[in-house]
């Protein structure tokens, strides 16, 4: 909770010294808010567009625009497929969870994903892995506010703890 809190600040000082953040930044952060539930596991995470589509270019392996060349449907299931590799999740030590995309948005700067993990039955633990970006930034830090009905709790995934364990 201390780091979450520290990195909060962070933002809040940096949008400050680099306004507005339509411009090139210097941090390199992404913020997640989820509920848990041994049912379900939900959340809205928000990207920087220009880092978002940086390492989705360098996923594809390609030169071009990351989706200018595709379908609708194609730039949608290349999405998906890009954070199913990056955000994941394991239920009680050994079920990898799925990972469904419900909705994106994106405005100038910003580009947002609703996600949920639905087991196909009630979890008793569940391990988040989050490690979108940190192939293209050395900096880049991954904050998650999550949500559940004994307590909030937080983590902050760097490159050296990409990972973190909850139990209902």
Request: aromatic share 14%; net charge negative; hydrophobic share 40%.
């Amino acid at each position: 909770m201390k780091h979450a809190g520290f990195a909060i600040a962070a933002i809040i000082i940096v949008s400050c010294a680099y306004p507005p953040f339509t411009q090139a930044h210097n941090i390199h952060i992404s913020y997640c808010k989820a509920t848990a539930a041994p049912e379900m596991f939900t959340g809205k995470v928000t990207y920087y567009k220009d880092d978002f589509f940086l390492a989705l270019k360098n996923w594809r392996g390609s030169d071009s625009n990351a989706g200018s060349s595709l379908s609708n449907n194609d730039w949608t299931r290349l999405k998906l497929s890009f954070m199913q590799e990056k955000l994941r999740a394991v239920a009680d030590g050994s079920l990898p969870i799925a990972l469904a995309i419900d909705s994106t948005g994106e405005d100038a700067s910003s580009i947002w994903f609703y996600f949920r993990f639905a087991p196909p039955q009630p979890m008793h633990t569940i391990i988040i892995t989050h490690t979108l970006l940190f192939g293209e930034y050395m900096d880049q830090t991954n904050i998650m506010m999550i949500h559940t009905d004994a307590k909030d709790c937080s983590h902050v995934f760097v490159p050296s703890d990409s990972t973190y364990a909850l139990t209902f």
